[in-house]
């Protein structure tokens, strides 16, 4: 199985570990790693069982999905909703975009939705690239917004919105 979408992981995955396989959290098949390797951006996890083209295309378009503490989130680098929604957020120069209003929990990455001042949101997935540095004791996080994200709310000429 390639992995895409990695959302910055850091640590490998020991042959004989188990990870869940499934279209969602909720519903995964326990399936052991015969064999991990990482090649720079790609993961590549070979499954206890899988030998055929017929078992790995079943796996096709599915998720893997792991314990935190196995790849290497902690309490230190996990944030809860509640510490990241009213955090002002700030680019890579230190200007204010606005204030994390949204926490939407989604299958790839999470997305913290920020509202400018000016009413317009930006929804900044949370990347490791994009989120830069989180201080919940400041109530701040350092974010490096991807080109065109924060016009991705404002109307284009001749475009109306409801009001």
């Known amino acids: 199985m390639l992995l895409s979408d990695t959302t910055g992981l850091t640590a490998t995955l020991a042959s004989g570990s188990t990870v869940g396989?499934?279209?969602s959290r909720e519903f995964t098949t326990p399936m052991p790693i015969a064999d991990y390797q990482q090649r720079g951006e790609?993961?590549?996890i070979r499954f206890q069982g899988v030998d055929t083209p017929e078992a790995a295309s079943a796996l096709i378009d599915k998720a893997v999905y792991v314990r935190s503490a196995d790849v290497g989130v902690t309490p230190a680098n996990r944030f809860d909703i509640g510490s990241i929604e009213g955090?002002?957020?700030i680019d890579r120069q230190g200007a204010l975009l606005g204030t994390v209003t949204e926490v939407w929990l989604l299958p790839a990455n999470d997305v913290w939705v920020i509202t400018m001042p000016n009413g317009s949101t930006i929804p900044l997935?949370?990347?490791d690239h994009t989120v830069l540095d989180v201080d919940v004791q400041a109530r701040r996080i350092t974010v490096?917004?991807?080109d065109g994200l924060i016009d991705i709310d404002?109307?284009?000429p001749g475009e109306q919105h409801d009001t």
Request: overall charge positive; proline content about 17%; glycine content about 6%.
């Open 21 to 23: 396989v499934g279209f």
């Open 42 to 44: 790609r993961i590549v």
């Open 87 to 89: 955090c002002q957020a």
């Open 125 to 127: 997935p949370v990347l």
């Open 144 to 146: 490096d917004v991807p």
């Open 154 to 156: 404002k109307p284009q």
